[in-house]
């Protein structure tokens, strides 16, 4: 029989660490492959076959640390900040970390074509990233920025988006305009929540290493050392694609990110990325991308739901 190893934990913070119905610890048992009991003081683990008691105790550790400092997770939250099972997706891709988030989990490159664009941003200063929802184009390149933020190679980061999907129409909305944008940029402020200490973040936002904004206050500005992504471009214009890109600056980079399979720009428009990957295809330090539904990482029914509207189109 495997020998046991008791984890000290006190009983508030193991009933906060847990999740309801003790889900957390499930999650943690599926993933890591140990049996976690819990009636008695503390946790006792328990390692199966093909255990990794080092990653279940690593994760532990930052768990009951957050849980001290507030921060309480479910078992989705932890479920996402894990990410999927490296294995399932081969040897090709890469186990060294990106960026440890704020929990201390490493993120690094979960599916080839994750693990292409991270070979890209390496070799390219210009990078297209083109596919479905769910995929990680965002946070990955979000997670790249950040990287190179705290490494001290970009200066700053500017995380842009096209604040309405039909055209950055904004009047209409209630509130003033920090109010009417935010509903906008909020997935990529989630990103960033999710990688930096809050108040690391607002230290950032605050000396303004850190901007998120739409996409119209690009115009006019020449971004140097700085690390760009433009989210959703698949709702940019050709006008507006073309000023986005002619905003970088020396020493940049840019990430553009979108899913040509949700344009929502108006009947006759024709959508900037495109158009910009067509015309700009082959020039050297552009880089193109290309994420397809076997690279979903969210519900496994994502996929497979993605993958039947692809059929459906080819039928058309």
């Known amino acids: 029989m495997s020998e046991l190893t008791r984890y000290s934990i006190s009983d508030n913070l193991k009933r906060i660490v847990s999740g309801e119905n003790e889900t957390v610890f499930r999650l943690l048992e599926s993933r890591f492959c140990v049996e976690i009991q819990t009636r008695l003081p503390g946790l006792h683990i328990r390692p199966l076959k093909n255990a990794d008691m ?3 105790l690593s994760v532990l550790d930052q768990l009951k640390m957050g849980a001290r400092n507030g921060e309480v997770l479910t078992a989705n939250d932890v479920e996402r900040l894990l990410g999927p099972n490296a294995q399932e997706y081969g040897e090709a891709i890469p186990d060294t970390p990106i960026f440890r988030n704020r ?6 490159a979960k599916t080839p074509a994750q693990a292409e664009l991270v070979k890209a941003v390496e070799k390219n200063d210009i990078i297209f990233a083109k596919g479905p929802a769910g995929t990680g184009k965002t946070f990955l390149a979000v ?3 950040v990287a190179s933020l705290e490494r001290h190679e970009a200066e700053r980061i500017c995380l842009v988006r096209p604040a309405v999907e039909a055209g950055e129409s904004l009047g209409f909305l209630p509130g003033d305009l920090k109010e009417k ?3 906008y ?3 990529i402020h989630d990103s960033l929540s999710e990688l930096l200490p809050a108040e690391k973040l607002r230290r950032y ?3 303004g290493a850190i901007e998120v904004a739409p996409l119209a206050y690009m115009r006019g500005r020449t971004l140097k050392r700085a690390f760009i992504i433009l989210d959703e471009a698949q709702n940019t214009t050709m006008a507006q694609m073309k000023m986005f890109l002619t905003r970088l600056g020396p020493y940049s980079k840019a990430i553009i990110t979108g899913d040509t399979s949700q344009v929502d720009l108006a009947k006759g428009e024709t959508s900037g990325l495109m158009h910009a990957m067509k015309i700009l295809k082959g020039i050297k330090g552009i880089a193109q991308v ?5 690279d979903v990482l969210r519900h496994h029914l994502v996929k497979d739901i993605l993958l039947a509207y692809e059929q459906k189109d080819k039928k058309k």
């Open 290 to 294: 290309e994420f397809t539904a076997t």
């Open 103 to 108: 929990f201390g989990i490493a993120v690094a």
């Open 181 to 183: 944008i935010a509903p």
């Open 205 to 207: 936002e605050e000396a």
């Open 54 to 56: 080092t990653g279940v």
């Open 185 to 187: 940029l909020r997935p």
């Open 143 to 145: 997670t790249l920025a």
